[in-house]
């Protein structure tokens, strides 16, 4: 295995309080509503915005609020700390209304947060841009406020709930664009960034076979009065809804929300679908109603405004910042699951004058030790105490220092 080496935490015996061990739970906790409705927000949902590119002829490029909203979320990413870079790419021969056109000037964003020793790889997408009056019935300015700002808005929610932990593998975040034209973002990022070759990878290209899960949101925030409390986990295949990638979301909504999720499948319109094509284990998580847009019968309630000028976050009662706040929570707390979030060793209460107890959260396939020393003068050198080897399972991990034959004052965690 390769060493972490990420210290932990720094105790000192002196400050000992009445805490305990941080929990995934607590990380999801800090997704908040205030925070969401922040980046919801600024992204350009009011009405009259547009995220969309030009209506005429070719080439079209990106119009109205499209580049602002790009920056906002590249901004929010380097913020953050995330390895950030816009990644371009334009398209020929798009039909339209029984014309072609191509169009240019288009940029996915991404974030990336590398893992710590770990080799695998979790993607977490989003698109960015509406429609606009280059497509058939289209004659409006759409905000776009729930397709697909809320994607958006809980992409970087989740990215900054975990900004300041360590991760044993890693994150990429990825802020499609050109969902709208035949998913042509996620198409571009698969084509460009993935490949079969082990020793071609550097920071930009990754192996495919490493790519554990790609999880696309996309429309997660409308307030449907009759189900607000479900969520939709959706397979491409109709078959494939107790596939280990949705019974493992599934879990994170049912440990870490009070939403109800619900496994379908038959979702094949969106930006997992080039990663599902491409062999990679991909969902894509959308508000309750949507189980077949077009021709479920008896049929779900329809997003009254989906692809509407209406789209916006001055409809009253439309846009719930609670119900979407859930499904990020229930992102994060995937994330930290299955990527391998490094919880901080924590100090626990004495149990008696002379016994006191550091106890952690461990990651599995992670090894911790610990060492005391007995003062930061640079004449104290570090003592190595014990070792804790990896396990397979997440677990409690626990330490008892004897105060009666401990000479040692200061103590951290190491994980390797």
Not at 56 to 76: K, L, N
Request: charged share 15%; with cysteine; hydrophobic share 35%.
């Amino acid at each position: 295995m390769i060493s972490i080496r990420t210290s932990l935490s720094l105790i000192f015996l002196l400050a000992v309080t009445n805490s305990r061990a941080e929990t995934i739970s607590d990380i999801t906790q800090a997704v908040t509503i205030n925070s969401y409705s922040n980046f919801h927000t600024g992204l350009f949902v009011a009405d009259g915005n547009s995220r969309g590119f030009t209506d005429g002829a070719s080439p079209r490029v990106p119009a109205y609020q499209h580049d602002p909203a790009r920056d906002f979320i590249r901004d929010t990413f380097l913020a953050l700390g995330y390895d950030t870079w816009l990644d371009p790419f334009s398209f020929n021969s798009y039909l339209e209304d029984g014309q072609f056109y191509d169009y240019q000037g288009c940029n996915n964003v991404i974030g990336v947060k590398w893992g710590s020793g770990g080799t695998n790889i979790y993607i977490v997408g989003a698109h960015y841009d509406s429609v606009d009056s280059g497509q058939s019935g289209i004659n409006f300015l759409c905000p776009g406020a729930d397709d697909n700002a809320s994607g958006v808005a809980g992409m970087l929610e989740s990215a900054r709930a975990i900004q300041n932990y360590t991760f044993r593998d890693t994150i990429i975040f990825i802020a499609f664009d050109a969902e709208e034209k035949d998913y042509r973002g996620s198409k571009h990022f698969v084509d460009t960034h993935l490949t079969d070759t082990p020793g071609a990878t550097n920071s930009m290209l990754f192996y495919k076979p490493l790519i554990k899960s790609m999880v696309n949101l996309d429309m997660i925030a409308y307030n449907d009065p009759a189900n607000g409390d479900q969520i939709v986990l959706g397979s491409r295949k109709k078959n494939l809804t107790d596939s280990p990638l949705s019974l493992a979301l599934e879990a994170a909504v049912l440990s870490y929300t009070t939403l109800v999720p619900f496994r379908d499948g038959g979702y094949n319109a969106s930006d997992h679908l080039a990663f599902y094509d491409a062999g990679i284990a991909a969902i894509h998580v959308i508000e309750h109603d949507l189980e077949d847009y077009w021709n479920s019968s008896p049929p779900f309630i329809e997003n009254p405004h989906y692809h509407k000028a209406t789209d916006s976050i001055d409809q009253a009662g439309y846009i719930s910042y609670p119900y979407a706040t859930e499904v990020t929570k229930s992102i994060t707390g995937y994330l930290c699951e299955q990527a391998g979030v490094i919880l901080p060793a924590t100090l626990i209460p004495t149990v008696t004058t002379n016994t006191f107890e550091i106890c952690w959260s461990n990651t599995p396939g992670v090894a911790y030790s610990l060492y005391g020393t007995e003062g930061l003068s640079p004449s104290n050198l570090w003592t190595f105490l014990q070792h804790m080897p990896a396990t397979n399972v997440q677990t409690e991990l626990a330490v008892q220092i004897d105060l009666n034959t401990s000479t040692q004052h200061i103590f951290k965690v190491i994980s390797e």
